[in-house]
């Protein structure tokens, strides 16, 4: 499993296109020649990069969802809305499909963020508002989610 590191600034162009941080960009080299795809995030306005050896793990989990029950179908349905394969060129460009950034609201200014073994998109205003909106609480759910009674793997 690949895992990223960092929070990086970059800018779209009038295409969509955004030239991906040198030292992103190297952090993706493993993932640059399978390529990945690009979907709309469940829970935010931003959009996900999913190395195609990450997409595929996520695949395997979504196909042995059974589909005769219409909450399945339902959830497929919706997660894999918009879904695209895209790739970086050789001057290390991703080119946004149109209609991910009508959703996403990406416009110049971009923020590509780690999010473990995928990296999130997002327009810069709407990044540093979902963030200031989670530091109020932030303490809270790191605790809930975080938070054990005993340190078996060494997290404190």
């Not at 009038?14 to 952090?27: C, D, F, H, N, S």
């Not at 395997?60 to 879904?83: M, S, W």
Request: proline share 3%; aromatic share 8%; glycine share 6%.
């Amino acid at each position: 499993m690949n895992s990223f590191i960092g929070t990086y600034e970059c800018k779209a162009d009038a295409k969509g296109r955004l030239m991906i941080p040198a030292v992103l960009k190297k952090q993706l080299s493993s993932a640059l020649q399978d390529g990945f795809v690009l979907k709309r995030a469940v829970f935010q306005p931003c959009l996900e990069l999913y190395p195609m050896s990450e997409w595929n793990k996520m695949m395997e989990k979504i196909n042995k969802l059974n589909r005769f029950k219409k909450k399945n179908n339902d959830f497929i349905r919706r997660f894999t809305a918009g879904v695209k394969i895209v790739e970086v060129d050789s001057t290390g460009r991703l080119l946004i499909p149109k209609d991910l950034i009508g959703f996403s609201g990406i416009s110049k200014h971009v923020v590509l963020a780690s999010a473990v073994n995928i990296l999130e998109i997002w327009d810069k205003d709407k990044y540093e508002q979902a963030i200031d909106d989670a530091a109020s609480d932030f303490a809270d759910l790191a605790e809930e989610v975080m938070g054990q009674d005993d340190d078996v793997d060494g997290l404190s």
